[in-house]
């Protein structure tokens, strides 16, 4: 659900997509060829999301509230509810699972366009974001990749690591962000999966100072 120390980008996999070595867990196990689709940075605080209630039957709109624990995709994020009421909601240890970013129209982001651009900054100018309960099936996020562990004693080749990539699923469910890059042509929009938007870091830093300042 989250993205663990990337160590280098390793390159592309038979569908052009990017793909990185990351070490996992607190013993620094290696994953190869790990597709970008498959990560998702980890939620910062004031974070506009939406959050599945199994109780009401749909997402509800909210914000990361506060700075998440370092722990959070394991024990869950606390969320301050936003719509739907004039009554201001809290749930605490929302899984992750659960979560998804939201993306409000003229919000400031970052676009992840490859490996040799990089990160370009725009603004969302809409979201392709369903409410369908049916998209919810235990959770939004792609199906966690199996690529090959590396020990001491045995490194996954490329190959090898390309070979089980192409055993997993696709991943499910990642909205279409239309953005407008800063340096676009003519104003022109394009189309970008989620994973590859971040909302711009010194942006959910004023937002925070704007809920610190409110309260």
Known sequence: CCIPKVIKTAGVDGTGKDCFNLTVGSAGQLRYM???DNLRVPLMASEPVSVYSSKEGKWLQGVIDGTPHMAAT????NIRVTG???EVKFIPNAPAARIRRRFPEGTPIDVYIGVVEGWKKGKVSAT????DVSLFDGAHNPNPVLSPKATSNSL???DEATERIHEVSDPLHWLTIKALLNDAEGGATTEYP????????????EQEKSTIQGV
């Open 34 to 36: 790990v597709p970008a």
């Open 74 to 77: 394991t024990m869950g994020y």
């Open 84 to 86: 739907g009421s004039s």
């Open 128 to 131: 392709a974001e369903s409410t």
């Open 156 to 158: 996954a080749t490329f």
């Open 194 to 205: 989620e994973y590859l938007v971040r909302m711009q870091p010194e942006w959910l830093q």
